[in-house]
């Protein structure tokens, strides 16, 4: 069936949605399936990579699934209002796929025990709401190895959205990883309070570039900065998607999220009556979680320490974050040979000893 593809303010503005709905699946009808996401299904990242799963769960279930997807959410007040109309017109399965939209998501959980709800990147549990994340950071240690190999300058930019730990332990682990190759390199970050704003999002990638950097790095959704770094004749590490072809000489490889399997997944649970509430990681070792083609600026060497770590990573020989480790600070976060947990993960709010700058607030 067709996606009723509901732009932010039609569904702010009516009920439309809830219309002839009762929130209860007749016997027979197709499972229906409501997705919400932060950006554009045309980010050609975050929220294009969450719309490729939509796709996969309508190739894999057919008509017994009926989705519906709403883009452009923002998050807070508003983000409650659309999950509580998706849930109010009848899916039973709800993905919300933003960190901000934690909060607006267990809320409206609490509201329909009889709805199951996915929150992608957030820690709140519930009988029937579920969380899910991939380890981003493994592969942003790889990109960082393919950084510091690269650079000329010995200094990498990164373009940062919000200073949540989702994107504190990423820029983290790029630096802990460019730092095995070069112990001296720098790392500039630039924070553009935003997901999605190519405008924003260029101008930050010329800021850096201006202050030398050669590598742009980022955890924003648009591929503005790939563009920007082609134009610039510098290099650049795609985000979410593979983002190649908007640099096709500038990109080194990209930090691919593949969310396909996991919805699938899911979605069958529902359907099958074995949906139980959980946290899942996946990284590189489940297949979540993926690095884009090599671009050419990738030498031979920088190719083979990379394979090599991502190689070392996915049978869990290697955790980026493994002490000893200091935080920026100084203190001590982790012991010699200690494996950060999960949970000090999931609550990262302090950069690693060695970058320079502080946080926002």
Known sequence: MLDRRTVLGGMLGTTALAAGYHGVQAQGAPLKVGFVYVGPIGDHGWSYQHHQGLLAVKKEFGDKV??????????GPDAERVIDQLASAGNKLIITTSFGFMNPTVKVAAKYPDVKFEHMTGFKQAANLATANIRFYEGRYIAGILAAKASKTGTIGYIGSFPIPEVVMGINATYLGAKTVNPNIKLKIIWVSTWFDPGKESDAAKALADQGVDIIMQHTDSPAPVKFAEERKIFAVG???????????????????????YYIGRVKAVMDGSWKSQDVWGGFNTGMLAMGPYGPGVSAEAKALADAAKEKISKGELHPFTGPMKKQDGTEFLKAGEKIADKDLAGMNFYVEGIEGALPK
């Not at 009926?66 to 998050?75: A, D, G, M, S």
């Open 66 to 75: 009926e989705t519906t997807f709403v883009e452009n959410v923002p998050e």
């Open 239 to 261: 985000q979410a998607s593979d983002m190649k072809a908007f640099g096709p000489n500038a990109v080194l490889t990209s930090i691919i999220d593949d969310w396909n399997g």
